[in-house]
Every structure is written in structure tokens, then in C-alpha cells.
């Protein structure tokens, strides 16, 4: 059973990813239109993570007893100055996110809710990687400047990605 402090604040969490898979959509059509469609298929892949990462949440807080409660999603930004200002975007997002999950991580132990803490460690985890990969593409990014075939290169190589289900998902849809 979740207290109402843990249900309220991971139904504010979902809301969080959801907002989240917004962005990511919106950064694949700002990639898509300027003429980087492998980076908009990596941010393809980023808008279904985020979703997954939702419905980690949605169905955790189920399994537990507590009730969703879904709210309206805040509009994203649609513009951004740059391919790096995308990426940078991303990283500061990330860390973001990375701050609500060490929120939810104090609240669950405070609460000594052991259940909860331990769903957040793969969420600890994935936040670390996330905030890597975004570190490595903006490196990336300054090395290249504006080498148009460098660019070509990083862009055909982003969109070598792939979508996996997240793994607390797999195998429970």
C-alpha cells in the first residue's frame, strides 16, 4: 500500500515522463525539419523510453493499490537555435529528471517505503545513462563544429538507433 505523499507524488512523476515524451517528440520534428532526420529518429526513440518510463510508474503505482490520476501536459518547447542547443537541452531535461527521481528516492525513505525504493534503482540507473549519452553526443557535437560531413556522419550514426522496451516492462505487456 502507498502512502498519499508516494501515490501523489508518482502520479506527479507520471505526468513528468509523459511531458517528457512530449519534448523528445518535439525535438524529433525540429530535427526532421532541419534536415537531420537521423537525430530525429533518435528523439523517436527518446519520446518511447519516455513513455515506457510512464508506464513503469502507471502500472507500479497499481500493483500497490494506490489510483492513478492523470493530468494535462504542459506545452514543450517547439524551437531551438542550434542541432547542439537540442543536445544541451537534453542534457539540462535529464538532469532535471534526475533531480525528481533523487526527490522520489528521499521521499520513499523518509516514508520507509523499501517497495518503492527499490523500483527507483533501475530509475537511478537509467538516469545516469541517459545523462551520459546526452554528455557524449554534445562532445561530439563541438568536436565536429560545423564539419557538414562530420555532421552527416553523427546523424547516420544516431539514427542507427534502435527502440527496446524498457526492461521493467518486458515480458508484462
Known amino acids: 500500500m502507498l502512502s ?13 515522463e509523459m511531458w517528457s515524451a512530449y519534448l523528445y517528440l518535439s525535438m524529433a520534428s525540429y530535427c526532421h525539419a532541419n534536415g537531420k532526420p537521423g537525430m ?11 513513455q515506457d518510463h510512464a508506464m513503469i510508474f502507471f502500472k507500479y503505482v497499481i500493483s500497490r493499490g494506490g ?6 501536459i504542459e506545452p514543450v518547447p517547439t524551437e531551438w537555435n542550434s542541432t547542439l542547443n537540442v543536445f544541451e537541452s537534453t542534457l539540462a531535461h535529464e538532469q532535471k529528471v534526475t533531480s525528481l527521481i533523487n526527490d522520489l528516492c528521499a521521499l520513499a525513505t523518509q516514508e520507509n517505503d523499501y517497495a518503492t525504493q527499490s523500483m527507483l534503482k533501475w530509475f537511478i ?16 557535437l563541438k568536436m565536429i563544429n560545423d564539419n557538414g560531413y562530420g555532421l552527416y556522419m553523427l546523424d547516420k550514426e544516431l539514427g542507427a538507433r534502435t527502440y527496446t522496451q524498457a526492461a521493467p516492462l518486458a515480458g508484462g505487456e
Not at 498519499?4 to 513528468?16: D, G, P, R, S, V
Not at 530525429?40 to 519516455?50: A, S
Not at 489510483?67 to 494535462?72: D, E, I
Not at 540507473?125 to 561530439?140: C, F, G, K, L, S
Open 125 to 140: 540507473d537509467e538516469q545516469v545513462e541517459e545523462e551520459e549519452t546526452a554528455q557524449n553526443i554534445i562532445d561530439n
Open 4 to 16: 498519499k505523499k508516494i501515490e501523489e507524488a508518482l502520479n506527479a512523476q507520471i505526468n513528468a
Open 40 to 50: 530525429g529518429k533518435w528523439f523517436e526513440v527518446q519520446f518511447k523510453e519516455e
Open 67 to 72: 489510483n492513478v490520476s492523470l493530468k494535462a
